[in-house]
C-alpha cells in the first residue's frame, strides 16, 4: 500500500503496509515463511526495526563497547568536507537512515559549500523517519526532504530521475555487512541500476579486527543489544498475530572466524511451538535450537574494492581511522 505525508516543510512516502496485513499481502512475507523452515531457522534482520527496535539501535550506538559508530563520526567529522567538496552539489539518499545523527556531519558540509539540494532518508521505521524528518527540517531549514518509508529494494525502485546535477546514495554504518555474499552482489546491482553515470556511492564499511573487540561490540554489558534482538520476535507477534514468548529466548553473538562474520542468534530455552496466525506459520523449536537473525560481515578493503569496480562503481577515494577498523569508500559511477 502507498500513502503520503506532505506538509510544506517535507514530504514522506509510505511503500508498504501499515498496520495488519491482509491475504493479499501475505506473499510479501514468503522470506519469513522460508527463514523459519530452514536449518538452521533464520529471521530477515529487517524485522528489527520496528519504531521500539530503532529506539534500541539508538541506544546500541551510544554504548562503549559498539565502536562502528563513534569511529565511523570520526571519519565522517574529520573527511565530509573533502566528500562534499569532490562531489559538488549534489541529491542525497541515504539508505538505513535512522535517526540521521551522523548524516547531520555530512550536511553540515555541504551546506557549508551551498552544495545540497536534496535529502531522501529511506527507513523500514516509520517512526523515527518521521521525527528525525522533522528534526532536520528544523535544523536545516532550506533542505528539501523527502522520506520513502520501506525496504531498500522498495524504496530503490521508487528513485526517479533527479533534477540536481548529481545524487548521491550513501550507505553507513557498515550495514552492507548485513547481507550475505549473493545478497550483497544483487544489492550493488541495484545500486547500480539507479545511478547515472558520474553519480557517487558512499559506503561504509566494518573491517577485520580481533575476535575479542568484535565479540564485546556485540554482547554488551548492559543488554541492549540483547533486548534489540528479542524485541524482533516483538515485532513479528504485532505484524503477524504471533505468539513468540521472549522469556523462552536468549540472545547469543559469536564470530565466525572462517566466515569473518559476527553471527546473532536466538536460542530457545524449551521445546515449543509458536505461531504466526496471519502468515498461516506453525513452528517447532527444540530446546537450545539457535535461530540466526543476523550476519554482519567484516570487510577486507582490497577484495570489497574489486567487487565494486566489478559493478562500475569505481573508488575515488577510501577514507579510514587511525586505527583501520571502519572505512568510507566514495565510488563514481562509471557505467
Known amino acids: 500500500m502507498l500513502t ?7 514530504k514522506i512516502k509510505y511503500l508498504q503496509t501499515l498496520g495488519e496485513i491482509n491475504e493479499q499481502e501475505v506473499s510479501l512475507y514468503e522470506d519469513i515463511k522460508e527463514g523459519l523452515n530452514q536449518r538452521p531457522k533464520r529471521l530477515p534482520s529487517q524485522y528489527f526495526y520496528d519504531d521500539h527496535g530503532s529506539e534500541l539501535f539508538e541506544k546500541i550506538c551510544e554504548l562503549p563497547e559498539y565502536y562502528p559508530t563513534r569511529t565511523e563520526a570520526s571519519i565522517l567529522n574529520q573527511y565530509a568536507e573533502e566528500i562534499a567538496e569532490i562531489t559538488g552539489t549534489c541529491e542525497l539518499v541515504e539508505l538505513g537512515s535512522g535517526s540521521s545523527t551522523k548524516t547531520r556531519l555530512l550536511l553540515d558540509a555541504y551546506e557549508k559549500k551551498n552544495n545540497v539540494f536534496k535529502y531522501m532518508p529511506i527507513d523500514v521505521s516509520a517512526g523515527i523517519l518521521k521525527e528525525s524528518a522533522i528534526q532536520l527540517q528544523q535544523e536545516y531549514t532550506s533542505l528539501q526532504i523527502e522520506g520513502l518509508v520501506g525496504t531498500y ?6 528513485l526517479n530521475s533527479t533534477s540536481c546535477s548529481a545524487r548521491m546514495i550513501f550507505f553507513l554504518g557498515s550495514s552492507m555487512g548485513n547481507f550475505k555474499p549473493d545478497e550483497c552482489d544483487r544489492f550493488l546491482d541495484k545500486i547500480t541500476q539507479v545511478l547515472s553515470k558520474g553519480n557517487y556511492f558512499l559506503l561504509g564499511i566494518d573491517l577485520q579486527k580481533p575476535q575479542s573487540i568484535l565479540e564485546a561490540a556485540y554482547n554488551d554489558s548492559q543488554g541492549i543489544t540483547a533486548a534489540f534482538n528479542l524485541n524482533m520476535l516483538a515485532h513479528l ?5 504471533g505468539n513468540f514468548d521472549l522469556n523462552s529466548f536468549e540472545h547469543q553473538a559469536v564470530y565466525n572466524q572462517e566466515k569473518k562474520q559476527i553471527e546473532m542468534y536466538l536460542i530457545s530455552k524449551k521445546s515449543q511451538e509458536v505461531t504466526l496466525k496471519n502468515l498461516n506459520v506453525k513452528v517447532d523449536f ?18 570489497i574494492a574489486e567487487q565494486l569496480e566489478s559493478k562500475q562503481l569505481n573508488t575515488l577515494k577510501v577514507f579510514t581511522d587511525p586505527n583501520n577498523w571502519f572505512a568510507l569508500i566514495l565510488c563514481q559511477c562509471s557505467k
Do not use: G
Open 4 to 10: 503520503q505525508i506532505q506538509t510544506e516543510q517535507f
Open 153 to 158: 529494494d522498495q524504496a530503490l525502485s521508487q
Open 286 to 303: 527444540q530446546e537450545k535450537e539457535r535461530m540466526l537473525t543476523e550476519i554482519s560481515r567484516k570487510f577486507d578493503l582490497e577484495q
Open 237 to 241: 507477534n504485532d505484524k503477524f498475530q
